[in-house]
């Protein structure tokens, strides 16, 4: 299982290859799937679990972290540590059997009891000046924006993180090797011919 994450400001498409014991969700609506990893923070020492929520139906997607037990957890520095981090995407869409999404730049950092920052508003602003996102795009991530912050605020975004299979977290696998593919190999994300350049 591959996940295909382009970010318009770099050459190359980003390809995050999941162990097949690493889906946790696969269905129309949502993709699901975690890796375990060593912490990067002093703080913590033992490893931590990335889960990966994809959405086809919304313009965001999320990365949630935990700990081994299935605890919903954000370490690091206490005053910049989150434990959601929120992308402004592109709907999922998918390529055979994965998936492919497009970063929109604005990101949502959530942390354990709700409480939440926008980020990155100067980078968004900048792609649509330099003509990285459509102005269908750039429509759609401020609605999905608003939307997010919604489900923030009402604590949807927490149930739906803490809704599947919390027992198999102790279970991901380690990741893959990262790759990049080159743009005009993963049309699904590419400016011009991906879905959402023209249609939203």
Known sequence: MRDFDFHPDEATVRCFAYPASGTVVNDESMWVGQTRQASP???????????????????????ATFDLRGILIQPGPPET????????????????????????????LVRTDGTHRVVDNDEFEQAIGDGLLSTVEARRAEEGLVRLLGWVESGRLASLVHDYALDTVGQAPHPLPVEHWDVENVPSVAPGTRPTWHHG
Request: with cysteine; net charge negative; hydrophobic share 50%.
């Open 81 to 108: 540590s989150f434990a959601i981090n929120c992308d402004i995407a592109t709907p999922m869409v998918r390529v055979g059997e994965d998936v492919s999404a497009v970063d929109l730049f604005l990101d949502v």
């Open 41 to 63: 923070y002093d703080t913590m020492t033992e490893d931590l679990v990335l889960r990966h929520f994809a959405l086809a139906d919304e313009w965001f997607k999320l990365n």
